[in-house]
């Protein structure tokens, strides 16, 4: 066990660009909560993972395969929006297939796609950070925007098609900012974790909140609060960042239940 | 009058794969509240959906002034529990206003939805739409689920002049639309 690791100004970067995705994906979470499409996320991050293998194979950018895959995924949810959960199904599906495929068939690809799961965070560079920095950009204030509409979606649904507009381009637009947040993430953090921070901080802030902005603000806490124990946790005990970040929002969700079922 | 002319409803016929309402016809101007009456399974719901687009029509026409505001209370509810939203909060979502909310929700209004009582929650959500900027209100069973304070609110709040506004109201509540409608159609009569 060493923790002399945490001080190496070459953990730096890969710490910086999981804190901004740490802080950013338990946001969205929460709405993805709200509309019940949890799963979707699992459904990006699978989808993503898929293609930055297939990118890999290929000799393009990993990054690039991953985010046009999810993309793509929350372009055909939102095309398929009455299948609902039945969509997300077969969704990860496919990318567990194709996934399995390329890493049976193509050499490089086992090893990439073990990073992929676990989380290859360490191993992040400039590029990511940067691409965190403009996603969470990029994504914060247009979430912001969304808020209202994707909130009376769920307590108002026919608040906009009373009036006359038509709501779906707004959601479908969210639709693409997790696909675009949740690819990064698997790239970046690995399939568990990018899942796991994406539907744990909501879980319990949704438990917890006083307030719907009380509630974004604890997720977005409890996302990079557990990241960062995460984060010291697995350097210090030299284990692989995805299940280690994974069994620590499944501990928070655990301790913030007990407590909660005190009160 | 002419000029208060809100909505006109020619031989409506409204449903799903097939129709299930009408036909319905009816006029209405700014300061009616107008009732729509009718056995169980009459369609009145169908049609109060139909006058916005949210089923569809299968014949007549719903003609409309320009830029008409529609605000619709539907029936039935979305399981709120879990979802850290408060009252204030669900009120700023449809633009409504806390004025003019009765005081044993008022003083509630910082709390989180599920922690409200079913009336409680039912009354704020009919004040959501009732409040919210529109020139048109349609209330899908306004009463259902509401306590007899929050009926009685209602009704008083009913009753003061909403010049501006139409008013169409779907009910089982004789009672309700005897009170407050200053005219009614029967539908599947």
Not at chain 1, 12 to 27: E, I, K, M, N
Not at chain 1, 138 to 163: C, D, H, I, K, N
Not at chain 2, 61 to 79: M, N, R, T, W, Y
Not at chain 2, 155 to 167: K, N, R, S, V
């Amino acid at each position: 066990m060493s923790f002399d690791l945490l001080f190496d100004p070459l953990f730096r970067v890969p710490f910086v660009t999981g804190l901004l995705l740490a802080g950013l994906l338990p946001l969205l979470g929460m709405y993805l909560r709200l509309r019940n499409e949890w799963l979707a996320a699992l459904a990006f991050a699978q989808m993503a993972s898929a293609g930055a293998l297939l990118a890999m194979v290929f000799d393009w950018p990993m990054v690039a395969g991953g985010v046009l895959a999810a993309l793509l995924a929350a372009l055909l949810k939102g095309l398929a929006a009455r299948a609902g959960a039945n969509a997300y199904a077969l969704m990860m599906l496919l990318a567990w297939a194709g996934g399995v495929l390329l890493v049976a068939n193509h050499p490089l690809a086992e090893q990439a796609g073990h990073a992929l799961f676990d989380g290859q965070l360490y191993f992040t560079g400039e590029g990511h950070l940067v691409a965190a920095a403009l996603v969470c950009a990029v994504v914060l204030p247009l979430l912001a925007w969304l808020s209202r509409p994707l909130l009376l979606g769920r307590f108002f649904p026919a608040f906009y098609r009373a009036r006359g507009r038509d709501e779906r381009p707004r959601l479908m637009l969210f639709d693409l900012l997790a696909g675009l947040a949740v690819a990064l993430a698997t790239v970046s953090l690995g399939v568990m974790a990018a899942f796991a921070l994406v539907f744990v901080p909501p879980l319990i802030a949704y438990r917890s909140g006083s307030s719907w902005r009380a509630g974004l603000v604890w997720s977005a806490l409890i996302g990079m609060g557990g990241y960062s124990c995460a984060f010291v946790a697995s350097l210090g005990f030299d284990q692989p960042f995805g299940p280690v970040c994974a069994l620590l929002m499944v501990m928070l969700f655990v301790i913030s239940s007990v407590k909660y079922s005190r009160m | 009058m002419a000029d208060d002319f809100l909505l006109r409803v020619n031989g409506l016929v409204a449903g799903y794969a097939a129709p299930v309402a009408g036909p319905l016809s009816f006029a209405l101007h700014r300061g009616e509240i107008l009732g729509l009456a009718g056995p169980n399974g009459a369609g009145k719901s169908t049609l109060l959906k139909a006058l916005w687009g949210g089923v569809k029509v299968f014949e007549g026409q719903v003609e409309k002034v320009p830029d008409l505001q529609i605000s619709h209370q539907a029936q039935g509810f979305d399981d709120l529990r879990g979802v850290p939203l408060t009252g204030r909060e669900l009120l700023s979502l449809t633009g409504a206003t806390a004025d003019g909310l009765p005081s044993w929700l008022a003083e509630r209004l910082d709390r989180r939805l599920d922690r409200l009582s079913g009336g409680q929650l039912q009354f704020l959500r009919l004040w959501a739409c009732l409040t919210a900027p529109a020139d048109l209100i349609l209330l899908d069973e306004p009463t259902n689920n509401l306590d007899r304070a929050g009926v009685a609110y209602l009704i008083d709040w009913l009753a003061h002049a909403h010049a501006d506004q139409g008013i169409i109201i779907v009910s089982h509540d004789h009672g309700l639309i005897d009170e407050v409608c200053t005219r009614v159609v029967e539908v599947g009569a």
